[in-house]
């Protein structure tokens, strides 16, 4: 089992960043992949970025890629999303989510755990 808690949501304006936070418990944290979701208001859940477990490989949707960092800290058991020059589209509920393999992966099925989300707002 895995248990994860997002943190750092809020509302900013257009241009500015912010980072989220997902803090896991349970199983081992560096043997899962982790990747993080979005969801706007009345559009289905999307991929935003996705690392590996061990941190060295990451991927990212084409909205977010050159805005967007995700990165984790396997000693903290925590995984990142830094969010830079921010967006109204990147308005939504942003969810972190574990998968119980090595490598990573945009595909939303083959997460097994995920986080109750947080919040980001971006006014123009």
């Known amino acids: 089992q895995v248990q994860l808690v997002e943190s750092g949501g809020g509302l900013v304006q257009a241009g500015d960043s912010l980072r989220l936070s997902c803090a896991s418990s349970?199983?081992?944290?560096?043997?899962?992949?982790m990747g993080w979701f979005r969801q706007a208001p009345g559009k289905e859940r999307e991929f935003v970025a996705t690392?590996?477990?061990?941190?060295?490989?990451?991927y990212y949707a084409d909205s977010v890629k050159g805005r967007f960092t995700i990165s984790r800290d396997n000693a903290k058991n925590t995984v990142y999303l830094q969010m830079t020059s921010l967006k109204p589209d990147d308005t939504g509920v942003y969810f972190c989510?574990?998968?119980?393999?090595?490598?990573?992966?945009?595909?939303?099925?083959?997460?097994?755990?995920w986080g109750q989300g947080t919040q980001v707002t971006v006014s123009s």
């Open positions: 989510a574990a998968r119980e393999r090595s490598n990573y992966s945009p595909r939303e099925s083959e997460y097994t755990y």
């Open positions: 690392i590996t477990r061990s941190g060295l490989g990451t």
């Open positions: 349970g199983r081992t944290f560096s043997s899962v992949a």
